[in-house]
């Protein structure tokens, strides 16, 4: 079931494709902002911080911040400065393979 | 090892207006940006945003449209979606793009890297659902995303936009928590003389709070002692005002308290800084054209000491024709002459700064935040932690380091850099600009072995074509 996300949004339309984020998967809109797209879709937090696993998410929107960083095909990458491509696989960062721990 | 006459970073107003007119004089321009469309953040996407939105952005977001248009030039040549990651004495760049690191090479380079937020921590700053109110007009701009049930929190004019926006588009902020005082106020009103040659600007603002108004939104004006608060997410901010404490549950809190010139290109380059005592910031040194201490290099736009889209325009153009002029393309009675307009356009878009600088300063706590507050996000370092490296005898940022973490995350101090230099400052009783600020090294952004790898390759079969 898709999460409450707390952003309405102006434009319903567009092509959407599957992608997975953290086992889950999500039909985003194609070519959409990445970290756009997840905060659309509903996810607040896009990983936990190394020093004290404190939720994150995005904080700048422009590449300054890195709290958004994912991993995307074994990459770790900032979500807002990718755009959304069908089938992307992706995972919070340190959790990669851990499944749903 | 790609060549032009002039290398520009960034294509917001400053880079895309610079990149236009050195074209026009006959110089060939390559423009690296990292987004994947031309504008920068202030006109973001503003080629293709659907007509819908354009209402809800305003006017001059729009005419950002006509500086990306115009870099339709053969002479330019504009790479999307191109991360600078390295820039050296030549002056050459390196930066990667698609997977692939590359190398370019100009006779003279423009830093146009605009501004940041100006780093805002307060207790909870960190948590999922707290953004700048910066982030939240990119979600709009390039993505059609509104914040609802949003709380605005800070000072400054980007504050009002954001919330006017929010309030044309039937998503109005909860509340603006607004931390400037009536005695702000006051101080400003000797700069307001000056300040109306910007008659156009002043009445922007003053458009924007009736329209705020209009939609009912409650402003909470001094505000002091701002926390947010929530387990995992930002769920309710709290604040004194009116001489009580206030706490709205809420979604999203968005904090603006002004922007700071983004130095990490010319930090890493070792060009001297100044420190502004009216922004609260440090800015590259440049003459009036742009140029920097490295005569090769220039500085236009807003990281060069904050001034806005249209300035940064003007400015972007002035150091156009400066370039055009150390490259013979033109005289140096031309380019004065076509300078000189665009001096007083400066000039008049500049003038209602001191007004606006003084009114809606940066909040004082966040200057000087609590001990237990986080002030650099990456390594989760307190500003406790910083008073008590004072404490054991650190004088500046770089030696920091020494102690603990700080600005050694991936955001290599973007978000800390000024408050540990302003935390610094106050604990030593030194002035910001002799604690100075972190030493910062290439790589500016992440690059994988794999991208290298690349470079690497195109390397030796250009040495292999050459032999
Ligand atoms: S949200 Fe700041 S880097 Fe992506």
């Known amino acids: 079931m898709k999460p409450a996300s707390p952003f309405r949004e102006l434009q319903k339309g567009g092509g959407r494709v599957r992608v997975t984020f953290d086992g889950r998967t999500f039909d985003l809109r194609e070519g959409g902002n990445l970290a756009a797209e997840l905060l659309a879709a509903g996810i607040r937090s896009f990983r936990k911080t190394p020093v004290s696993g404190a939720e994150r998410g995005p904080f700048c929107m422009m590449g300054a911040c890195f709290d958004c960083l994912v991993v995307i095909d074994g990459v770790t990458r900032q979500a807002c400065m990718c755009e959304v491509s069908a089938g992307l696989v992706i995972d919070r960062p340190g959790a990669e393979g851990e499944g749903d721990a | ?467």
């Not at chain 2, 800070?154 to 309030?167: F, H, K, N, R, T």
């Not at chain 2, 400066?322 to 400066?346: F, Q, T």
């Not at chain 2, 600088?357 to 996000?377: E, G, V």
């Open chain 2, 1 to 467: 090892m790609l060549d032009a006459d002039l290398i520009v970073i960034g294509a917001g107003p400053a880079g895309m207006a610079a990149a236009r007119t050195a074209a026009d004089a006959g110089l060939s321009v390559l423009l690296l940006d990292e987004q994947q469309r031309a504008g920068g953040q202030i006109y973001r996407d503003v080629e293709r945003v659907p007509a819908e939105r354009k209402k809800i952005l305003g006017d001059d977001y729009l005419k950002g449209r006509a500086l990306a248009e115009a870099l339709d030039h053969p002479k330019i040549r504009h790479l999307t979606g191109a991360v600078v990651w390295q820039i050296e004495d030549g002056p050459r760049v390196a930066f990667t793009r698609d997977g692939a690191a590359g190398l370019a090479r100009g006779k003279r380079l423009l830093i146009a890297t605009g501004a940041l937020e100006r780093p805002m921590p307060v207790s909870g700053w960190t948590l999922p659902g707290v953004m700048t109110a910066g982030a939240a007009q990119i979600l709009l701009k390039q993505s059609g995303l509104l914040c609802e049930r949003a709380v605005l929190a800070g000072s400054g004019p980007l504050l009002y936009l954001v919330a006017a926006q929010m309030c044309r588009a039937g998503t109005p902020p909860l509340v603006l928590v607004e931390t400037q005082t009536p005695a702000d106020r006051r101080a400003a009103l000797r700069h307001l003389p000056k300040a109306l040659k910007a008659w156009r600007v002043l009445a922007k603002g003053l458009g924007l709070l009736a329209e705020i108004r209009r939609a009912g939104v409650k402003r909470y004006i001094g505000a002091t002692g701002i926390a947010i608060h929530g387990q995992d997410k930002a769920e309710a901010i709290s604040f004194e005002a009116d001489g009580r404490r206030h706490q709205i549950a809420c979604a999203s809190v968005l904090l603006h308290h002004g922007v700071v010139p983004n130095t990490q290109a010319t930090r890493s380059l070792s060009l001297p800084h100044v420190w502004s005592e009216a922004q609260r910031a440090f800015s590259p040194e440049r003459d009036r054209w742009g140029r920097t201490a490295n005569t090769d290099i220039f500085v236009a736009g807003d990281g060069g000491g904050i001034g806005g889209a249209v300035a940064a325009k003007l400015q972007g153009e002035v150091a156009a024709l400066e370039v055009a002029c150390d490259l013979e393309k033109i005289s140096h009675v031309n380019r004065d002459r076509a300078a000189a307009p665009l001096r007083k356009g400066l000039a008049i878009e500049l003038a209602a700064r001191p007004f606006i600088d003084r009114a809606y300063p940066p909040y004082a706590k966040a200057l000087a935040p609590a001990d237990s507050t986080i002030i650099c996000r990456c390594e989760e370092v307190t500003a406790g932690d910083i008073r008590r490296y004072a404490g054991l005898g650190c004088l500046g940022p770089n030696q920091t380091k020494a102690f603990g973490r700080p600005g050694m995350g991936p955001c290599q101090g973007r978000y800390c850099g000024l408050t540990v230099t302003e935390l610094l400052a106050a604990e030593t009783g030194r002035s910001q600009e002799d604690t100075g600020y972190y030493r910062i090294r290439p790589p500016l952004k992440p690059v994988t072995l794999g991208e290298l790898a690349v470079l690497a390759e195109t390397d030796l079969k250009e040495q292999e074509d050459i032999s």
